[in-house]
């Protein structure tokens, strides 16, 4: 791979060990994939934040990283806690310091400690074309596919071994031969909620498992419904990348050749459900929405469907969101809403990295596919599955 004289220099270690050893990752990664050369970045989003899953070693990895700072706006994917209220969600104060040390060695970085899937959301929206460098599965979905931008699906290293050198290796999704689509969907599906675009996605990342599928008969008019339907895609394949005919922004120029055809109905989507999810009933004791993190919409939609019910003693629920989002949500009077019925609006973390069985959590119902999948793989609870109305009914009387 061809580097400038700079790039020679910063991995030699003349700018010091730091990004001596970033460059290494950015170049050996470059190498892997056969890329020609280092392209600029704008942005990268991080992720690898969570002390369940980085531990004292990844603490110790981040805080000897000290000597240098990150050359774009970076942001990071979810901890494990609310980094304001992690008392109230029962986090001890052991717990509650190994995460903030975390943040703190970000920080120290120059990292924006926004923690939350959907930087998007919150004023960090890389324009069409955009080299960018992030890693939640779901927000890479949506920011090469809603928004035009081209990341890979990155890793949380290379993701902050790019962000310290602010390249990347010019390979994958940043590329226009490989944004092409390699196969055709037929959408038959009646599609009413938020939970039905995740499955939609699920069951389509798990029937082709990579590659860039074309939806055709998809007519979302929502942002949500094209997040939570890139959240079930990244989950049980390797896509990074869709598009939606009169939809998305590169649908016009995708489809060129023949590609395989693929037609999903409404069967298949009750299969999937039957298949891998549990239907929500009267046992949940937590329901936690927000994955990805809810926008200002769906924190409205939520407080709707709460009006006149009260959670029941016995009940938790959880909505997950950002720290910018639960500002406005409460400028709004959403929170308060939210609140009166029982409910609490949690930042910076989410239901699948949260340490929920030291927690006491036995059981949880969610209302996205990706969050039933990664609830159950990371805490091992038992999980259960909804839309946002059933979830909420489970746990609330009049
Ligand atoms: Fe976000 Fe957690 Fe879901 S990081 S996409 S809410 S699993």
Known sequence: MYLTNEEERILKGEE?????????????????????????????????????????????????????????????????????????????????????????????????????????????IPRFGEHIVWSESSAVCYANSVL?????????????????????????????ENR?????????????????????????????????????????LRSEELKALGAGLGTT??????????????????LTGQVERLNFTDRDLREVCDEHFKPVNGSVELVAIGCPHMSLVELEEAAKVLKNRRVRKDRKL????????????????????????????????CMALAPLKSLGVKNIAVDSAKAAFYTRLLTRVDVFFGNLKNCIDSITEV
């Not at 000290?66 to 052991?94: F, K, Q, Y």
């Open 16 to 124: 010091g060990y730091a990004k001596q050893k970033a460059m290494e990752i950015v170049t050996a990664l470059g190498d892997i994939y056969g890329a020609d050369r280092l392209i600029p970045i704008s942005s990268a989003q991080i992720a690898g934040v969570s002390y369940t899953s980085l531990g004292d070693e990844g603490i110790e990895w981040l805080e000897s990283l000290r000597d240098c700072h990150v050359a774009v706006p970076a942001t990071l994917n979810p901890a494990s806690i609310d980094l304001e209220n992690w008392r109230d969600m029962g986090v001890s104060s052991e717990y509650a310091c190994k995460q903030l040390r975390i943040i703190n060695a970000y920080r120290q970085l120059g990292v924006k400690p926004i923690c939350s899937c959907t930087p998007y959301l919150v004023g960090v």
């Open 148 to 176: 035009g931008a081209r990341t890979n699906r990155e890793g949380g290293p290379s993701a902050l071994a790019s962000a310290i050198v602010g390249k990347t290796p010019n390979y994958g999704y940043h590329l226009d």
């Open 180 to 220: 092409k689509a390699t196969v055709l969907i037929n959408v038959n599906v009646k599609l009413e909620t938020l939970s039905d675009y995740s499955t939609l996605g699920y069951l389509v990342g798990e029937t082709i498992g990579s590659g860039v599928p074309y939806f055709r008969g998809l007519k979302p």
């Open 237 to 254: 394949g390797s896509i990074a990348l869709y598009h939606a005919e009169e939809v998305t922004p590169e649908y016009a120029k995708v």
């Open 318 to 349: 959880w909505l997950f969101t950002s720290i910018a989002v639960k500002r406005l949500a409460e400028r709004c009077n959403l929170l308060d809403i939210i609140r009166r019925a029982g409910g609490e609006v949690y930042t910076d973390c």
